[in-house]
Every structure is written in structure tokens, then in C-alpha cells.
């Protein structure tokens, strides 16, 4: 643990106006909080899902995984704005918030035709004004009961031409920027660019791979939540990257040990951790 950080009173969970950080997974006698929900801050288990130090080591950017309670986050339709917090990384013991930022994230279709906000699960700072940001489904995939994503994509993310919000008065619990999930009119957004269809089946059987029928070892898992770029080191091509993605298997096993005991995940589920690697090219990310 290097520092630590109260981030703006409006990502606290907050219950019965007192700070309360509960995500209504009580363990074995342990009782469930109240309310089950915050009233405001962070949803629950909808906490900084994406950290990433620039390029340069000078700041810090860190990001919801969906949008506070009251800006929309009580619901999976409307929890699409979220944050973007850049610190000041200049003295790690001692981080400081320099800027604030909405990021709207990605929404698609559910296979009711219901429309759902694509929560985000990692990034990679390319500069302190922009990131690659992972954001997918749920519920989809290899281990789990649904056989295949409808979205998981890897996005980059300008904030240049975003309203820069850090210490005003949306900072507050009380003042949302997005009420019900609708943008206050004063605000800009960050700009979102498609860059990787983690999906493609063109792609994915060149090794194999696929998403959905059948829901084998070869269907892609449920939680990819893991980003890193390496350069490929080739003189000819200075701009070029490995991107590489990973997923969470979320402990989902045949063969585990946990608290001092074998397990086995439900309905024979069995999932590897697997990494995908992209070659990617993102010029001037080495003077960033």
C-alpha cells in the first residue's frame, strides 16, 4: 500500500447520511446492510474498477465501473455516466485530485431488446487526457448460464473536450450530473472512439476461439477485466504495442482450495485464465 485517497463525497456510499462502504454480500451470519442499495455514491460492487498510472508517472486516472446512485446508477439502463478521476501522481504519499470527468459509457441491446449500459472492467492510461477502457456485459459466457456476450469492446477515451468537473458543485451527493441518468445540459462529455471488438468471430477462430454455442473450454468467459500494453520492440515499428487482455475466471474450478478446503464451482464449471494479445499501433504513446 503506497497512499490513500477519499475520493469526491459524491462516489461515497452513503447510508442513513453516514458513510457505508456494505455491498450486500453478507457472509455466513454476518447480517445485510440497511438499506440494501446507498441512497447515494457508489452503487454497490460498482466501485473504481479501472486504475492507471500515465505513461509519464505524472498522474493517476481512475474510473467508476458504472454511474453513482444518483446519477442514474440505481438502474442498469441508466448508469451510463460515469466518472473519470485524474490525480495529481507527482507525490504518490500524497495524491491530489486535479481533474473530474463524465464518461458515457456504452449501451447496447439485452437479448429482450432491453436497453443496457455496458459497465467498464479495466483501462490503460494512454496520457492524462486519454484511455483505453474495456466495457462489456454480464452474465455471458463459458462457466456461466448465458451462452453468448452481446458486447464486450475496448474503447478509447478522449478527455480533452470534456467539462472539467473536479471540485464543483456535482462533487457534492446532493447535486447529481446526471439525474435519472440524463446529463446535465452544462456538462460535455468524454468523447468515445471504437477501437477492438473483443466479439469478433472472425478473429477468435483464427484461434479456435468463439463466442457462444457451444459453451465450451473454446467460448470465451464471463469477466475480461484485465488490460497491459508492452511495446513490441521492433525498431521499423516504434508505435506499435502488444495489448494484452485478460480474464478474471472468477475462481470457478473443478479442482480449487479455499479456506482451508476443496471445492468445486457449480454445474461442473471449469474456466482458465486466458489471455488475448493484440498488436496495436498508438502513435506518439513513448512521448506521452
Known amino acids: ?32 446492510p440497511d438499506p440494501k442499495d446507498p441512497e447515494t455514491g457508489r452503487q454497490n460492487n460498482q466501485g473504481l474498477e479501472g486504475m492507471s498510472l500515465t505513461p509519464d508517472g505524472k498522474f493517476l486516472i481512475a474510473v467508476l465501473q458504472s454511474a453513482p446512485r444518483q446519477d442514474g446508477g440505481d438502474s442498469g439502463s441508466t448508469r451510463q455516466n460515469t466518472r473519470a478521476l485524474v490525480y495529481d501522481a507527482s507525490d504518490l504519499a500524497h495524491l491530489k485530485l486535479a481533474h473530474e470527468y463524465v464518461v458515457p459509457l456504452p449501451v447496447f441491446k439485452d437479448a429482450k431488446d432491453k436497453t443496457k449500459v455496458a459497465a467498464q472492467s479495466e483501462i490503460v492510461a494512454l496520457s492524462n487526457t486519454s484511455f483505453l477502457m474495456l466495457t462489456r456485459d454480464s452474465g455471458n459466457g463459458q462457466g456461466v448460464k448465458g451462452e453468448e456476450s452481446l458486447y464486450r469492446k475496448i474503447n478509447i477515451v478522449d478527455l480533452s473536450g470534456a467539462t472539467d468537473i473536479a471540485g464543483g458543485p456535482f462533487d457534492a451527493a446532493d447535486k447529481p450530473v446526471a439525474p435519472k441518468g440524463v446529463l446535465d445540459p452544462s456538462v460535455s462529455p468524454a468523447k468515445l472512439t471504437p477501437f477492438i471488438d473483443i466479439n469478433d468471430k472472425a478473429q477468435l477462430g483464427r484461434f479456435g476461439l468463439h463466442n457462444g454455442k457451444p459453451n465450451d473450454k473454446d467460448n470465451l468467459s464471463e469477466k475480461w477485466e484485465a488490460m497491459s500494453l508492452v511495446s513490441v520492440l521492433d525498431p521499423k515499428l516504434p508505435d506499435d504495442y502488444f495489448l494484452f487482455v485478460a480474464n478474471d475466471n472468477d475462481f470457478l474450478t473443478q479442482d480449487g482450495f479455499q479456506v482451508g478446503a476443496p471445492y468445486k464451482a457449480e454445474d461442473g464449471a471449469d474456466v482458465d485464465t486466458m489471455f488475448l494479445v493484440y498488436q496495436v499501433t498508438l502513435p506518439n504513446l513513448a512521448t506521452n
Do not use: C, I, W, Y
Not at 462516489?11 to 455491498?23: D, Y
Open 1 to 32: 500500500l503506497m497512499s490513500a485517497t477519499q475520493p469526491p463525497a459524491a462516489l461515497v456510499p452513503m447510508r442513513h447520511g453516514k458513510p457505508n462502504f456494505a455491498s450486500d454480500n453478507p457472509g455466513p451470519g454476518a447480517a445485510e
